[in-house]
Nanobody, 127 residues
Framework: QAQLVESGGGLVQAGGSLRLSCAIS????????MAWFRQAPGKEREFVAA????????YYADSVKGRFTISRDIDKNVVYLQMNSLKPEDTAIYSC????????????????????WGQGTQVTVSS
């Protein structure tokens, strides 16, 4: 099993930046894909970004492309989400997730593909 703990959320003004971290412990050697999702009040959880653990190939939702950057540190078992040029509509609870089986690109944004999830960290962007 794997355990995920997010950190780095907070309150920031529009245009500001935050960096989220997700520490992964337990069985990490067979993790294939690491991802960030978010859920705003009254909305469904949505995909933000994903990264392949071995190749570091990245994928982004159109809404964050060019503003957010996902990265990972294999030695530390941490996945990051650097968020720049934040907008009020980025306000949400951000959660990280991992899977241990290969997920094709066509399904990379599907929540059911991910096996383990963190509790989430709140990001609030004020206008």
């Amino acid at each position: 099993q794997a355990q995920l703990v997010e950190s780095g959320g907070g309150l920031v003004q529009a245009g500001g930046s935050l960096r989220l971290s997700c520490a992964i412990s337990g069985r990490t050697d067979n993790v294939v894909t690491m991802a960030w999702f978010r859920q705003a009040p009254g909305k469904e959880r949505e995909f933000v970004a994903a990264i392949r653990r071995s190749s570091s190939i990245t994928y982004y939702a159109d809404s964050v492309k060019g503003r957010f950057t996902i990265s990972r540190d294999i030695d530390k078992n941490v996945v990051y989400l650097q968020m720049n040029s934040l907008k009020p509509e980025d306000t949400a609870i951000y959660s990280c997730a991992v899977d241990r089986q290969y997920t094709p690109q066509s399904s990379i944004a599907t929540t059911n593909e991910y096996e383990y999830w963190g509790q989430g960290t709140q990001v609030t962007v004020s206008s």
